[in-house]
C-alpha cells in the first residue's frame, strides 16, 4: 500500500501544527467561533449534539495493522474507548475534547493519516471499492486512481471553496460495489476493444434531498487523461454550480438543470484548455504510486483445515455470507460484520480493532479495509488460515454470519450524535437485526440490504436500499419513511417511497410485515428480495404495509 | 397576528467539552436544563441570547429552545431537545454517564 513520502510527511505535520495554534487561540478567546468554525471543518472536526466529532479519512478504506492499532490508541487514550465507521470509508470519533483533538491528529500523522477535506465544501475523501487488489471480477485495482485522486485534490487551490462538497468513488469491476453512480463523479476503470485501460466517467449522481443517478459524460477516457479531465469536470462545476442555494448546489443539479450534453461540451471544451498545462508529472507520479499498490507475494498452503471446518455448521454460515471469491483461488476475501444483531452498526471498540489488526499481520498480508457498507475486510487471507481467523473473531465477538443479509444494516448516526438529523436511526437498526435473530429467519431471507438515514442528507444511503428507511421529525414526533427497490449496485435504483411513514414503534413491526410478503410472493427461496419487488412493483408490498387501507377499500 | 410565545430557554454547547449547556437565571451555565432559566416572555428571551451570544469563551451556538415547566425545573419539550439533556441511546454516555 502507500506510504507517505517527505512531501505528504511535511504536508500533514504543517497542518497539525497549524491546528494546533488555531485551537490555542479559539480558547484563549483571539478566534470567535465564526472564525474558527471554517479552520475546524477543514480538519475534520465537527461539533454535535453532545460532543465535539473528529472525523478521520481512511482513503480508498485501505488500512495497514500499524494504522489500525493507532485507531484503537486514539479511540482509548481520548475518546470512550470505541470508533463508528462510516458510509464513506472514514472513522469517527465521537467524544474529543477540543484541547485533545490536536494531539489526535499528531498520533494519526505518526501512522500517515489525518482528517484534512473530511467536511467543508472541498473534494472529500476518495472511495472505493472495498475488494481493490483483491476481487476475482476485477480488471485492475481502483486505488492507485484514488490516491493519484487524494494527492490531486487534497489542498487543490482551485477547489478549496467548492459550491458544495464533492464526492468521489472509484471502482475496477464491473459489479459495482462502491455506489459509484451515486457520487459526484464516479469511475470505472475498464478495458477498451483495444484491451487499453481507461474509465468510464460518471458525473452528478447524488443521495441526499434530490437524489440523482449519475449519467456517463465519457465512455472511455484514455488512462493518462485522468487529471486534466477531472480537473475539467470540477473546473466547469466550480463556476457553473449554483451558490445561491445550497440546496441546489451540488453538481447533480448542475447536470441536471444544463443537460449531460451542455455540461460535457462545457468539459471537454475546458479539458482541451487544461491537458497541455499537465506536463507529465501526474503520469510519472501515477506509475509510482502504482508501484505501491503491487499484489502481495501469495503464500501456498494447504487448504484442507478449512475444508474440514466446513463440517461445523457455524463456521460453515460464515464461510457462506463472509467469504467472497478472491483473484487468487487459493485465497478469499473475508468481511468481518460490524453488524452482530443489537449493536450499533460501524462501530468497533480498541479491543477490536487490535484483534483485526493482529490478524491482518499474521494471516492477511497486513490489509484490511474498510467498507462503506460499515463493515471491516480482510481481503488476502489464504483459506488454510480462515478456521483460526474465525476462531480469533468468535474470540473477539467478531464472528456474525450476516453480510448481505436483513441484519447488515447500514445507518447513520442520527440523532443519537448527529446535529443535522431529525431523527434516530441506531435504535431502529438494531431493533430491526435483533427482531429477525429472534425469528431466525434470516438465512431463509437471504440477500436484503436495509439502509437507514436519520434524515433528508441520506448519509444512510437509504435511498439504494432494497429497503430504505429515513427518519423525520412529523410535528415534534419521530416519524420513518419506507422506500423499496432501491439498488446502490452497478444497476442503480433510487427507491421508490410506500407511503405514509411509521412511528418509532410502528416501524419495525412494518418491516416484519414486508418480509413477510416477500417470503409469501417470492418464486421460491432463489429470488430475492429485490427480484420479487421488480416482478411485483409495489403493490403487494403496500397491502403488507398498509393493511387497514385494504381493509377500508373492501 | 404572530404566533403566541412558548417558553424558552437558552441552550448551546460548551466550548471545550462540547457538551450541552444552558443559561441560569444568575447567569452560569449548567449542565442540567432543570438549572436553566424558563424565560416566558419573548423581549427578555431576545435579550438573554444577546447575553448568552456574547459569551463565545463558554459557549458555542446558543440559541432558544422550547421548554415546559417541570416539577424540578424546566423540561425540554421537542425530542431532540431531550436527548442533549441524556445522551444517545446505544451507549450510557454523555450526561446520563455522570447521573
Not at chain 1, 354 to 364: K, N
Not at chain 1, 401 to 420: E, F, K, Q, R, T
Amino acid at each position: 500500500m502507500y506510504h507517505y513520502n517527505d512531501f505528504d510527511e511535511a504536508f500533514v505535520r504543517n497542518r497539525v501544527a497549524e491546528f494546533r495554534a488555531q485551537v490555542e487561540r479559539r480558547i484563549d478567546g483571539s478566534l470567535t467561533e465564526d472564525e474558527f468554525k471554517p479552520l475546524r471543518l477543514m480538519n475534520g472536526l465537527y461539533l454535535q449534539l453532545h460532543a465535539y466529532m473528529l472525523r478521520v479519512a481512511i482513503p480508498y478504506g485501505t488500512l495497514n495493522s500499524r494504522q489500525m492499532r493507532q485507531l484503537a490508541m486514539i479511540a482509548e487514550r481520548w475518546d470512550k474507548g470505541y470508533g463508528h465507521f462510516t458510509t464513506r470509508q472514514n472513522i469517527q470519533y465521537n467524544w474529543p475534547e477540543l484541547c485533545d483533538v490536536p494531539a489526535m491528529l499528531e498520533a494519526l500523522a505518526d501512522v500517515g493519516m489525518h482528517a484534512i477535506q473530511t467536511s467543508g465544501n472541498t473534494i472529500r475523501n476518495v472511495t472505493a471499492d472495498h475488494f481493490a487488489g483483491a476481487a476475482a471480477d476485477e480488471v485492475a485495482d481502483p486505488r492507485p486512481v484514488a490516491e493519484l485522486l487524494r494527492q490531486w485534490s487534497t489542498d487543490h487551490p482551485e477547489f478549496q471553496f467548492l459550491p458544495r462538497k464533492f464526492k468521489i468513488a472509484v471502482t475496477g469491476a464491473e459489479a459495482d460495489r462502491a455506489v459509484i453512480r451515486a457520487h459526484d463523479i464516479g469511475i470505472q476503470i475498464l478495458r477498451n476493444d483495444a484491451g487499453e485501460l481507461g474509465y468510464r466517467m460518471i458525473v452528478g449522481g447524488g443521495l441526499g434531498r434530490t437524489p440523482m443517478i449519475g449519467k456517463v459524460i465519457r465512455d472511455f477516457l484514455p488512462e493518462a487523461d485522468l487529471l486534466p479531465y477531472a480537473e475539467a469536470i470540477v473546473s466547469v462545476y466550480n463556476l457553473l454550480g449554483r451558490r445561491d442555494n445550497k440546496y441546489k448546489a451540488r453538481i447533480k443539479i448542475t447536470v441536471h438543470e444544463h443537460g449531460i450534453e451542455e455540461i460535457r461540451a462545457l468539459v471537454e471544451e475546458r479539458f482541451a484548455a487544461l491537458k497541455p498545462q499537465f506536463s507529465g508529472v501526474d503520469r510519472q507520479l501515477f506509475a509510482e504510486i502504482q508501484d505501491a499498490f503491487a499484489a502481495p507475494a501469495w503464500t501456498g498452503a494447504n487448504t484442507s483445515a478449512h475444508d474440514a471446518a466446513l463440517a461445523d455448521p457455524v463456521y460453515r454460515a460464515w464461510a457462506d455470507t463472509n467469504l467472497a471469491a478472491h483473484r487468487n483461488p487459493d485465497y478469499a476475501i473475508v468481511s468481518v460484520s460490524l453488524k452482530k444483531p443489537g449493536a450499533t452498526p460501524g462501530d468497533a471498540t480498541a479491543a477490536q480493532m487490535r484483534v483485526l489488526a493482529d490478524l491482518a499481520e499474521t494471516f492477511g498480508h497486513d490489509e484490511l479495509r474498510i467498507s462503506h457498507e460499515q463493515n471491516v475486510i480482510l481481503p488476502h487471507v489464504h483459506k488454510a488460515y480462515l478456521p483460526a481467523i474465525h476462531k480469533a473473531l468468535k474470540g473477539a465477538d467478531l464472528a456474525t454470519a450476516n453480510i448481505g443479509l436483513i441484519s447488515d444494516i447500514i445507518a447513520c448516526p442520527g440523532m443519537d450524535y448527529c446535529a443535522l438529523a431529525t431523527a434516530r436511526s441506531i435504535p431502529v437498526a438494531q431493533e430491526i437485526a435483533t427482531r429477525f435473530e429472534e425469528l431466525k429467519l434470516e438465512h431463509e431471507i437471504g440477500a436484503l440490504k436495509i439502509k437507514i438515514s436519520g434524515c433528508i442528507n441520506a448519509c444512510g444511503h437509504h435511498h439504494v436500499g432494497h429497503i430504505g428507511i429515513l427518519g423525520l421529525d412529523r410535528a415534534g414526533v419521530e416519524n420513518y419513511q419506507i422506500t423499496l427497490g432501491g439498488d446502490g449496485t452497478e444497476t442503480t435504483v433510487i427507491g421508490e417511497r410506500a407511503g405514509p411513514g411509521f412511528s418509532a414503534d410502528e416501524i419495525v413491526p412494518a418491516i416484519e410485515r414486508l418480509v413477510w410478503a416477500y417470503l409469501d410472493h417470492r418464486h421460491d427461496a432463489s429470488e430475492t428480495f429485490l427480484q420479487t419487488y421488480r416482478r411485483l412493483g409495489l403493490a403487494p408490498f403496500k397491502a403488507a404495509l398498509y393493511p387497514e387501507a385494504r381493509a377500508d377499500a373492501a | 397576528m404572530s404566533r403566541q410565545f412558548t417558553p424558552k430557554v437558552v441552550t448551546a454547547n460548551a466550548l471545550l467539552e462540547g457538551d450541552a449547556i444552558w443559561l441560569t437565571e444568575d447567569d452560569r451555565w449548567s449542565r442540567d436544563i432543570r438549572e436553566a432559566e424558563l424565560i416566558e416572555d419573548e423581549a427578555h428571551a431576545q435579550l438573554r441570547l444577546l447575553q448568552a451570544q456574547s459569551q463565545p469563551d463558554v459557549a458555542v451556538g446558543a440559541y432558544l429552545a422550547d421548554a415546559a415547566k417541570g416539577a424540578t425545573g424546566p423540561e425540554p419539550v421537542h425530542f431532540r431537545e431531550a436527548f442533549r439533556t441524556r445522551g444517545p441511546s446505544n451507549y450510557p454516555h454523555g450526561k446520563q454517564e455522570i447521573r
